[in-house]
């Protein structure tokens, strides 16, 4: 092939339109190593920018920097919190060890605040839950008939995300999710398997404080082929069919 | 705007990898107008469009120390994150309206604010505009439907009713001009 054509490729992709055969040839060929591709994605990358340069700039509200910074100023609070999509490291076991080590050491000071104390030990039982919950997480993976689907946040909240392993042939799925917003009283969350078009319950649960939950999902139709699933908020008890608004939606 | 724009962004963002919250507001007021404005284009809906802004900019926060400036500018860095966050909402809004109609509840457009503009425009913004009001309109219409709505090129030519070969040399030719427009920018810039 013309390698011309390779970089008209290459400035297709940029622009995040190349679909179907064109995308799986070029994405191998950039794979392969080829430099001038590499160098010409890169440059129509930096052209691009020029599109949103062309709106008339709009002012930020206000609010929204004052978030941020509230919001990062509490990460930094909490260096060896883990964050997803740590799930699946295998360093928590040590990183629960090191938090208490750092129980003991803090005992013999008696500077340390007893609010700190709680505060580590907390953070050793979540460490603990989590490295329970990694295991159950890896021993769903280690069926090789296990897929991944990914769940995106839709318009009540777009920053949350959830992923389930969901295993074909068993019909047996693993739900993981995290930043869905905490549910009012009286509701939690629906999981739907959606077959074509039918969706089918797969049972109800609520999140922790980050909006995080680790959920087994419950015997579903073997007679189905399920190709979506949706989270929606629901009655606690759960209803037989999606009734409130979607938060979490993704295809295998 | 505030931006310092005697910042380098590239060392602003080596300070935020190393947890600068200074920085991070500097680097915040330097690109947090180019983010607003261009979600605002993307989702059409301010509310969302604030929504994404504050997902972008904790983005960058939390991952500035996989940032390398040898993969691109922190501009194209940005909007890439930016772009990318709102097509993968664009994409789930149009899945859901295309198969799960049936559904009530769905997730609907929200209401629209209004959104302030920026009392003073930078010297760059006014010449990109004007460069691409010279763009042909066929060839910004096929970068626009793409850049701007996640289209691929198959859907583009299904939307337009264009041969996939016109839509390819369309793009090309509106990338071949914006190219060459930067190029005219540098050369101005450095003479």
């Known amino acids: 092939m013309n390698h011309e054509e390779w970089l008209a490729r290459a400035e297709i992709y940029a622009l995040g339109a190349l679909d179907g055969e064109d995308l799986?040839?070029?994405?191998?060929?950039?794979?392969?190593?080829?430099?001038?591709?590499?160098?010409?994605?890169?440059?129509?990358?930096?052209?691009?920018?020029?599109l949103p340069r062309s709106r008339t700039p709009l002012a930020p509200p206000p609010a929204v920097k004052a978030r941020l910074l509230a919001q990062i100023a509490g990460e930094a609070s909490r260096p060896q919190e883990k964050r997803l999509p740590g799930w699946l490291s295998w360093g928590v076991g040590?990183?629960?060890?090191?938090?208490?080590?750092?129980?003991?050491?803090?005992?013999?000071n008696l500077s340390v605040t007893r609010q700190e104390m709680q505060r580590l030990k907390n953070q050793v039982a979540a460490l603990g839950d989590e490295v329970n919950q990694q295991q159950e997480v890896v021993r769903f993976l280690s069926d090789p008939q296990v897929r991944f689907v990914q769940l995106a946040g839709l318009a009540p909240s777009p920053a949350a995300t959830g992923r389930l392993l969901w295993?074909?042939?068993?019909?047996?799925?693993?739900?993981l999710s995290s930043g869905l917003p905490p549910t009012p009283s009286g509701k939690a969350y629906e999981l739907w398997a959606i077959a074509g078009s039918e969706p089918v319950p797969a049972g109800v649960f609520t999140v922790d404080q980050g909006g995080r939950v680790l959920y087994r999902l419950p015997p579903?139709?073997?007679?189905?082929?399920?190709?979506?699933?949706?989270?929606?908020?629901?009655?606690a008890s759960g209803v037989p069919k999606p009734s409130g608004a979607m938060y979490l939606l993704g295809s295998l | 705007m505030s931006a310092d724009l005697k910042d380098d962004p590239v060392q602003l963002i080596q300070q935020v990898a190393g947890g600068?919250?200074?920085a991070f507001g500097r680097l915040y007021d330097r690109y947090a107008s180019l983010v607003f404005t261009f979600a605002v284009r993307l989702l059409n809906r301010p509310?969302?469009?604030?929504?994404?802004?504050?997902?972008?900019?904790?983005?960058?926060?939390?991952q500035a120390r996989?940032?390398?400036?040898?993969?691109?500018?922190?501009?194209?860095?940005?909007?890439?994150?930016?772009?990318?966050?709102?097509?993968?909402?664009?994409r789930s809004i149009r899945r859901i309206e295309k198969s799960l109609t049936s559904l009530e509840n769905a997730p609907g457009?929200?209401?629209?604010?209004?959104?302030?503009?920026?009392?003073?425009?930078s010297e760059l913004n006014l010449t990109v505009r004007g460069a691409l009001a010279e763009l042909p309109e066929v060839q910004r219409r096929v970068l626009e439907l793409a850049y701007f709505e996640g289209l691929t090129q198959s859907d583009i030519a299904a939307r337009l009713g264009e041969p996939l070969g016109t839509v390819k040399t369309r793009m090309r030719a509106g990338l071949e001009r914006l190219r060459g427009f930067l190029g005219a920018k540098a050369k101005g810039e450095l003479s």
């Open chain 1, 94 to 108: 040590a990183g629960a060890l090191v938090a208490a080590s750092l129980l003991i050491v803090l005992g013999w």
């Open chain 2, 47 to 62: 509310s969302e469009a604030e929504d994404l802004l504050q997902e972008v900019f904790l983005q960058v926060w939390r």
């Open chain 2, 20 to 22: 600068d919250r200074e």
């Open chain 1, 24 to 50: 799986t040839l070029f994405e191998a060929h950039l794979a392969s190593g080829c430099s001038s591709c590499e160098t010409r994605l890169r440059e129509t990358q930096e052209t691009l920018t020029l």
């Open chain 1, 220 to 235: 579903l139709p073997e007679t189905k082929t399920f190709d979506k699933f949706a989270v929606t908020l629901e009655p």
């Open chain 1, 167 to 175: 295993n074909p042939v068993k019909h047996a799925g693993l739900f």
């Open chain 2, 66 to 90: 996989t940032y390398r400036q040898d993969r691109g500018s922190p501009e194209a860095w940005i909007t890439m994150i930016t772009r990318s966050r709102a097509i993968d909402k664009l």
């Open chain 2, 109 to 121: 457009v929200k209401s629209g604010g209004t959104v302030e503009t920026v009392s003073e425009e």
